[in-house]
């Protein structure tokens, strides 16, 4: 009956949100980008994908790979996901032709099975971590000896951002030069313990309508924005190096001045593609604003915003400042319908500063949920299973 058995590996996956960010690619195919870049591992606690992957002699040949993501089934024939599969499948049959005792794994349909443990809806980084989920869960059940630095390079395939989602704590992205992308691949700067004063709020926007995905949208301004190449060459460059350090030395105050301008900048490229592409919104203006204003009542930098392809603020701030910077938006959205406050401590914080009216109304208005988060681990193994021993969905 060995040929019957269901082999599964479990694992979750963290998001990120990156401080100096990825924007462009030099080739498509590879998904090899234009500039290195850096984020932050948000906790799973949070945010976080847990993937099954499981495969099987009595999986029938003819169903081929499945994903059934969230519930519902997923199309995997995209050139990305193709990429990890194959990938990962080769790693594991050079391991089988190595050492013919193992099971061939590697000739087995994958029944992947994954689920978020927030809402897709929120426009939140859901492919980073499931791109990671996927490729890291495969690789426990393949038993490949990969680094995480290795399987990056694999996840990448699937999504850029994905790549830096295979480590907790600071991680960066570093471009690489090679033209076959064997050396464009995510490290880790710091430990999640390095700096674990790390807070994030996200405050979800809610967009009336889905805008450009980050995919066609870097593509746009990689050949239309001429201010692009400037951020390229001279500005990503310079704010890896200040942030690294900044991390290193837990500087916040560098760390977030590099936040916000590296954010305005890659926004910027955005309004200089032609026709423009404009992520952000008013709410995410306000929210800019707000932080701007915190940060003065404060008298030094508290709080950094930063924006993805989409209208949501990610605010980072230091445990010591929560008062200062949730108390400001908390009471912000006071009576608005808002879901995500941590804990009931967070009612007794007096209001950090009091907002300008119109900043104040359109927060309130166009805010629609916030994650109070924190810095986080990397993926990690777990025994909580979505495929059952028989093989079905569990
Ligand atoms: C703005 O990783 O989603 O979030 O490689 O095409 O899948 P693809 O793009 P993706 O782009 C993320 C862009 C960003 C910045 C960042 O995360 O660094």
Redesign the pocket.
């Known amino acids: 009956m060995s040929s019957e058995k269901v082999y599964r590996a479990s694992t979750t996956a963290p998001v990120?949100?990156?401080v100096?960010?990825?924007?462009g690619?030099r080739d498509?195919k590879l998904?090899l980008?234009t500039n290195s870049?850096?984020?932050v591992t948000l906790s799973q606690d949070d945010l976080r994908t847990l993937t099954t992957a499981s495969c099987s002699a009595s999986f029938p040949a003819s169903e081929g790979d499945s994903l059934l993501l969230n519930g519902s089934p997923s199309d995997i024939s995209g050139a990305?996901t193709q990429a990890c599969l194959r990938e990962l499948r080769a790693r594991r049959a050079a391991l089988e032709a190595a050492d013919p005792s193992l099971p061939k794994l590697s000739t087995y349909p994958l029944r992947l099975v994954s689920e978020n443990n927030f809402p897709t809806a929120a426009g939140l980084?859901s492919?980073?971590a499931g791109?990671a989920a996927l490729v890291r869960a495969v690789a426990n059940l393949y038993e490949l000896k990969d680094t995480p630095s290795e399987l990056s390079k694999i996840a990448?395939q699937?999504?850029?951002?994905?790549c830096?989602s295979l480590f907790g704590g600071y991680v960066a992205?570093r471009m690489g030069d090679k033209e076959d992308g064997t050396d464009s691949m995510a490290d880790q700067v710091a430990e999640a313990a390095h700096w674990p004063e790390m807070r994030a709020l996200i405050l979800v926007v809610s967009a009336a309508k889905k805008g450009v995905?980050?995919?066609?949208?870097?593509q746009q301004t990689v050949a239309t924005s001429g201010l692009f190449q400037q951020r390229i060459t001279t500005v990503v460059p310079e704010n890896m190096a200040i942030m690294e350090n900044a991390i290193a030395e837990r500087d916040f105050e560098k760390f977030a001045e590099v936040t916000m301008r590296d954010s305005n900048s890659?926004h910027a490229t955005c309004a200089d593609t032609y026709p423009p592409i404009f992520?952000m919104n008013d709410v995410s203006r306000a929210a800019i604003r707000a932080v701007e204003a915190i940060n003065e009542k404060a008298g030094r930098t508290v709080a950094a915003y930063t924006?993805?392809?989409?209208p949501n603020a990610v605010i980072y701030y230091l445990e010591k400042d929560t008062e200062a910077v949730v108390g400001t938006f908390y009471h912000a959205l006071q009576g608005a319908d808002i879901t995500g406050w941590k804990n009931e401590s967070i009612k007794e914080l007096k209001c950090g500063i009091s907002l300008d009216e119109n900043v104040a109304a359109l927060i309130k208005g166009g805010v629609s949920r916030v994650i109070m988060t924190s810095v986080g681990e990397g993926p990690a193994p777990t025994e909580e299973f979505l495929v059952a021993e028989d093989g079905t969905p569990a």
Do not use: Q, T
């Open positions: 990120n949100i990156a100096v960010k990825y924007w690619k498509a998904n980008p870049s850096l984020s990305r980084a492919s980073a791109f990448r699937g999504s850029g951002s994905a830096r992205w995905s980050s995919s066609s949208g870097m890659f992520y924006f993805d392809a989409g």
